[in-house]
Protein backbone atom coordinates (compact mmCIF):
# COMPACT_ATOMS: atom_id res chain seq x y z
CA UNK A 1 0.00 0.00 0.00
CA UNK A 2 0.81 3.11 -1.07
CA UNK A 3 0.64 4.98 2.29
CA UNK A 4 3.02 2.35 3.67
CA UNK A 5 5.62 2.53 1.72
CA UNK A 6 5.45 6.47 1.39
CA UNK A 7 5.75 6.65 5.49
CA UNK A 8 7.98 4.18 6.06
CA UNK A 9 10.37 5.94 3.31
CA UNK A 10 10.08 9.46 4.65
CA UNK A 11 10.97 8.45 8.21
CA UNK A 12 13.22 6.86 9.83
CA UNK A 13 11.28 4.63 12.60
CA UNK A 14 8.07 4.01 12.16
CA UNK A 15 5.10 2.13 14.21
CA UNK A 16 1.76 1.68 12.91
CA UNK A 17 -0.78 1.12 16.06
CA UNK A 18 -3.99 1.14 17.10
CA UNK A 19 -5.14 3.98 19.77
CA UNK A 20 -6.50 1.25 21.88
CA UNK A 21 -3.27 -1.30 22.01
CA UNK A 22 -1.39 -1.73 25.16
CA UNK A 23 1.63 -3.49 23.21
CA UNK A 24 1.61 -0.85 20.57
CA UNK A 25 1.86 1.80 23.51
CA UNK A 26 4.54 -0.02 25.34
CA UNK A 27 6.77 -0.57 21.65
CA UNK A 28 5.89 3.35 21.71
CA UNK A 29 7.05 4.09 25.16
CA UNK A 30 10.69 2.16 25.09
CA UNK A 31 11.27 3.56 21.89
CA UNK A 32 10.65 7.11 23.62
CA UNK A 33 12.79 5.80 26.67
CA UNK A 34 15.69 4.88 24.24
CA UNK A 35 15.53 8.86 23.07
CA UNK A 36 14.05 8.31 19.91
CA UNK A 37 10.63 10.19 18.26
CA UNK A 38 9.08 7.48 15.98
CA UNK A 39 6.32 8.55 13.82
CA UNK A 40 3.63 6.49 15.04
CA UNK A 41 0.47 5.97 13.27
CA UNK A 42 -2.54 4.73 14.84
CA UNK A 43 -4.23 2.79 11.95
CA UNK A 44 -7.93 2.70 13.50
CA UNK A 45 -7.87 6.55 13.54
CA UNK A 46 -7.27 6.41 9.22
CA UNK A 47 -9.46 6.19 7.04
CA UNK A 48 -7.56 3.58 5.19
CA UNK A 49 -6.59 1.79 8.22
CA UNK A 50 -8.66 -1.71 6.96
CA UNK A 51 -6.84 -1.54 3.66
CA UNK A 52 -3.05 -1.09 5.64
CA UNK A 53 -4.23 -3.70 7.99
CA UNK A 54 -4.69 -5.91 5.14
CA UNK A 55 -1.48 -4.71 3.51
CA UNK A 56 0.51 -5.24 6.64
CA UNK A 57 -0.20 -8.48 7.31
CA UNK A 58 0.78 -8.88 3.52
CA UNK A 59 3.97 -7.52 4.54
CA UNK A 60 5.03 -10.68 6.87
CA UNK A 61 3.54 -8.97 10.02
CA UNK A 62 1.67 -11.21 12.50
CA UNK A 63 -1.80 -11.05 13.36
CA UNK A 64 -2.75 -9.38 14.97
CA UNK A 65 -0.54 -6.81 12.80
CA UNK A 66 0.27 -4.21 15.41
CA UNK A 67 2.28 -2.75 16.40
CA UNK A 68 4.28 -2.83 13.71
CA UNK A 69 7.55 -1.51 13.75
CA UNK A 70 10.09 -0.30 10.78
CA UNK A 71 13.19 1.17 10.92
CA UNK A 72 15.25 2.37 8.54
CA UNK A 73 12.71 1.40 6.02
CA UNK A 74 12.79 -2.30 6.80
CA UNK A 75 10.07 -4.07 8.91
CA UNK A 76 11.74 -5.17 12.33
CA UNK A 77 7.76 -6.85 13.45
CA UNK A 78 5.84 -6.70 16.04
CA UNK A 79 6.55 -6.58 20.00
CA UNK A 80 8.09 -10.09 20.48
CA UNK A 81 11.07 -9.58 17.84
CA UNK A 82 11.34 -5.63 19.49
CA UNK A 83 11.92 -7.00 22.59
CA UNK A 84 14.36 -9.92 22.15
CA UNK A 85 16.28 -7.24 19.55
CA UNK A 86 16.11 -5.07 22.98
CA UNK A 87 16.83 -8.13 25.24
CA UNK A 88 19.62 -9.11 23.40
CA UNK A 89 21.52 -6.24 22.74
CA UNK A 90 20.65 -5.41 19.30
CA UNK A 91 17.90 -2.48 19.10
CA UNK A 92 19.78 0.01 20.37
CA UNK A 93 22.45 0.11 17.36
CA UNK A 94 19.42 -0.30 15.21
CA UNK A 95 18.49 3.30 16.78
CA UNK A 96 21.42 4.98 16.90
CA UNK A 97 20.57 6.78 13.92
CA UNK A 98 18.08 8.03 15.33
CA UNK A 99 18.31 8.74 18.90
CA UNK A 100 18.30 12.40 19.90
CA UNK A 101 21.43 13.96 21.04
CA UNK A 102 19.47 15.24 24.59
Do not use: W
Not at 39 to 53: A, S
Not at 72 to 81: A, W
Request: aromatic share 4%; glycine share 6%; with cysteine.
Amino acid sequence: MEKIKSLVSENGVVIFTKSTCCLCYAVTILFQELGVSPVVHEIDQDPQGREMEKALLKQGCNSPPVPAVYICGKLVGSTNEVMSLHLSGSLIPLLKPYQSLS
